[in-house]
């Protein structure tokens, strides 16, 4: 398993992950309650979509932290190891899922 391709793979997506974070800042502002700026209907659409770039966000938070802890396993050396039994997590799940921690028979004992 070439861990330097894992890592520049994980960075790359990180890169892009920080780029749109710092796209879709304004999306996550607080709508403005200026009744003259915006009609109700208007202000309630810019709600909804207010609130979706909030998850959105998130989502996108949750793994940027993914991927800071696979890299720092790169660096220890433990990336690819399940985190529940100890053994090589399929070469081909981790290239699915990159910040993957968990084995298939792991993550599926854990969800039954």
């Known amino acids: 398993m070439n861990h330097e391709a894992f890592r520049e793979l994980l960075l790359a997506r990180q890169a892009a992950l920080q780029d749109q974070h710092r796209d879709a800042a304004d999306n996550r502002a607080p709508v403005a309650l200026d009744q003259q700026s915006l009609g109700r209907l208007s202000r309630?659409?810019?709600?909804?979509?207010?609130?979706?770039?909030?998850?959105?966000?998130?989502r996108r938070l949750h793994e940027m932290r993914a991927i800071k802890a696979a890299l720092i396993r790169i660096e220890k050396g433990d990336f690819g190891v399940c985190d529940?039994?100890?053994?090589?997590?399929?070469?081909?799940?981790?290239?699915?899922?990159?910040?993957?921690?968990?084995?298939?028979a792991c993550a599926e004992a854990l969800e039954a």
């Open 44 to 58: 309630m659409d810019a709600m909804q979509q207010q609130a979706m770039a909030v998850a959105t966000n998130a």
């Open 84 to 104: 529940e039994c100890g053994e090589q997590i399929a070469e081909q799940r981790l290239r699915l899922y990159p910040t993957i921690t968990l084995c298939i």
